[in-house]
C-alpha cells in the first residue's frame, strides 16, 4: 500500500477500503477453503471482518469496513487449509484523498526603500496561491487543482528595515566642532521631509551628528558654515561612498552615499577656526595708568595667531586723542604712525600701558 502523499503530518492519508484480492491460491486452486481476518493496529480483528471466507474469485468486499475502526496501517491476515506449494499474490484497494501539492512559502516584509526616515511600520497583508501536476511513471501529467491562502506579514522593528547615516564635524586640528548645523539629503540634494519639514540636527559636544532610522537608498549630507569665524571647509565620504567635495558660500553637500538595511554610513565635515579681531577701547582716566591686552578679546585661527608686537593688529586702526588736540586719522600697515603718535602722546605699544597726560582722553581700537 502506497501512503498517500499528504502535508499534514499524522493525517489520515486512508479514508475507506475497497477489495481484497487473493490470487494463485484459491479454493479449489491449490487449496481446499481459506479465510480472511483483517488486524488493526494493536493486533486485534476489527468487528464484523474476522474469519471471513475467500471465495473461489478470491475477492472479498471490504468496502463496509470504516477507516475508523480500522486504523491507517491494519494487517491482512489470511489462513489456508489443504494448501499445496503454490505462489502466493494478495492486494487490497484503500481508498484515500488525492495527493496534496505542500508549500511552504517564506514571507518577506516589503521594507520602505528610498530617501525617507522611517517613522511606524504595519502589518501586510497577502495571498499565496500554489499549482502543480503530478506525474506517475509511465504515465501522463495531471494537473492539480490550485489553491491559495490568505497570510499576514507581520512588522519587523523598524531597526531590521533601516539603515544609519552618521559622522562627526572636526575642524583642522582634529578638534571637534559643536552646534553645526547638519541637514539630511536625497541623492539629487534635496532635503528629506519627515511630518513635512526638513530632517536636520546640530553636532553635539564631541563633534558628531545621528540620522537614524532610514531606508535603504542614497542620501547627501550638507554642513553649514558655525558663524563668522568657525567656517565650514570640506566634506568627505568614508563608508557607503567615496570622495570629497569643497564648501562654497558657508555650506557643502557631501559625495552621494548609500545607506543600507543594519548598515552605516560615514560623511565627516572639516572646518576652519578663522581669526577674529575684536577692538580694544581704553577708558582714558587723567594721570592713571592703564594696561590693556589687545590680544585677551582676540580669537586666533587654526592657522595664524596675532602678534602686539609686529603692530599688525593695528593695521587700518584710527587712534584719537583729545585735550591737546593730538591725533592720527589712520595707522600706517604697520602700525609705525600709530606707534610715533603713542609715543607724542604718552602710549606705549606691546601690552599698551596708557600714560596720558593731565587733561587728555583716548580711545585705541585694535
Not at 544609519?164 to 539629503?185: E, H
Not at 591737546?324 to 603718535?341: F, I, M
Amino acid at each position: 500500500m502506497v501512503p498517500r502523499l499528504d502535508c499534514a503530518s499524522g493525517s489520515s492519508t486512508v479514508t475507506g477500503w475497497g477489495d481484497f484480492v487473493l490470487s494463485g491460491a484459491t479454493p479449489g486452486s491449490g487449496t481446499d477453503s481459506a479465510t480472511l481476518t483483517v488486524l488493526d493496529p494493536s493486533g486485534s480483528p476489527v468487528p464484523g471482518y474476522a474469519n471471513l471466507a475467500i471465495p473461489a474469485n478470491g475477492v472479498v468486499d471490504l468496502s463496509g469496513m470504516s477507516a475508523t475502526a480500522s486504523g491507517q496501517s491494519p494487517s491482512f491476515r489470511v489462513a489456508y487449509s489443504g494448501l499445496t506449494a503454490q505462489t502466493l499474490h494478495a492486494s487490497v484497494q484503500a481508498v484515500g484523498g488525492a495527493p496534496q501539492l505542500c508549500v511552504s512559502p517564506v514571507l518577506r516584509y516589503p521594507c520602505p526603500t528610498g530617501a525617507q526616515v522611517i517613522t511606524s511600520l504595519a502589518d501586510q497583508p497577502g495571498t499565496v496561491t500554489a499549482s502543480g501536476t503530478t506525474t506517475p511513471a509511465g504515465g501522463s501529467a495531471t494537473t492539480l487543482p490550485s489553491d491559495s491562502t490568505t497570510v499576514t506579514t507581520l512588522a519587523p522593528s523598524i531597526a531590521d528595515c533601516s539603515g544609519v547615516l552618521a559622522g562627526a564635524a572636526l575642524d583642522v586640528a582634529k578638534r571637534p566642532v559643536q552646534g553645526a548645523t547638519v541637514a539630511l539629503l536625497d541623492g539629487t540634494g534635496t532635503p528629506v521631509l519627515s511630518g513635512g519639514s526638513p530632517v536636520t540636527t546640530t553636532t553635539g559636544i564631541d563633534g558628531t551628528y545621528h540620522f537614524a532610522s532610514l531606508a535603504a537608498g542614497s542620501y547627501a549630507i550638507s554642513f553649514a558654515d558655525l558663524n563668522g569665524q568657525t567656517k565650514v571647509e570640506s566634506a568627505t565620504a568614508v563608508t557607503g561612498g567615496s570622495g570629497t567635495t569643497s564648501a562654497s558660500g558657508g555650506v557643502v553637500v557631501s559625495p552621494t552615499v548609500t545607506v543600507a538595511v543594519s548598515a552605516k554610513a560615514v560623511v565627516n565635515a572639516t572646518y576652519d577656526l578663522h581669526p577674529a579681531a575684536v577692538p580694544d577701547v581704553s577708558a582714558g582716566r587723567v594721570n592713571t595708568p592703564q594696561v590693556i591686552e589687545p590680544l585677551a578679546n582676540d580669537a586666533p585661527s587654526d592657522t595664524a595667531t596675532f602678534d602686539a608686537t609686529t603692530g599688525q593688529v593695528v593695521v587700518g586702526v584710527r587712534k584719537t586723542l583729545g585735550g591737546d588736540g593730538g591725533h592720527v586719522e589712520e595707522a600706517g600697515a604697520d602700525g609705525a604712525g600709530l606707534r610715533e603718535a603713542a609715543r607724542s602722546h604718552g602710549l606705549r605699544m606691546g601690552h599698551e600701558v596708557l600714560d596720558l597726560p593731565t587733561g587728555a582722553h583716548g580711545v585705541l581700537e585694535g
